[in-house]
Nanobody, 114 residues
Framework: VQFVESGGGLVQPGGSLRLSCTAS????????MAWHRQAPGKQRELVATITGRSNNYADSVKGRFTISRDNAKNTVYLQMNSLKPEDTALYYCNFPAARDMDYWGKGTLVTVSS
């Protein structure tokens, strides 16, 4: 299994970013996928999940973030709008139930600052 995240960067508060994650080594089209994030000094948290039937979001990002997928490209996306400084974190894609002991990609860093 491999996840390669990209699209992070430095953005001002209120700005937008679109993250991408390409997966390999898994049956992507039938897998539920998720975006997780880890802010400095904090535990990793689940941000958004996408299944075959629904999308779900953490309360802190609901209405601002949108998760989507392209099964033909084995890629999951996270569109992030109205970014806040508290969204600053390393963002990872993985399965929704992934644990710390499981495989994780390198992540992509999102920094929201003026």
């Amino acid at each position: 299994v491999q996840f390669v995240e990209s699209g992070g960067g430095l953005v001002q508060p209120g700005g937008s970013l679109r993250l991408s994650c390409t997966a390999s080594g898994i049956p992507f089209s039938i897998s539920s996928m998720a975006w997780h994030r880890q802010a400095p000094g904090k535990q990793r948290e689940l941000v958004a999940t996408i299944t075959g039937r629904s999308n779900n979001y953490a309360d802190s990002v609901k209405g601002r973030f949108t998760i989507s997928r392209d099964n033909a490209k084995n890629t999951v996306y996270l569109q992030m709008n109205s970014l806040k400084p508290e969204d600053t974190a390393l963002y990872y894609c993985n399965f929704p139930a992934a644990r710390d002991m499981d495989y994780w990609g390198k992540g992509t860093l999102v920094t929201v600052s003026s």
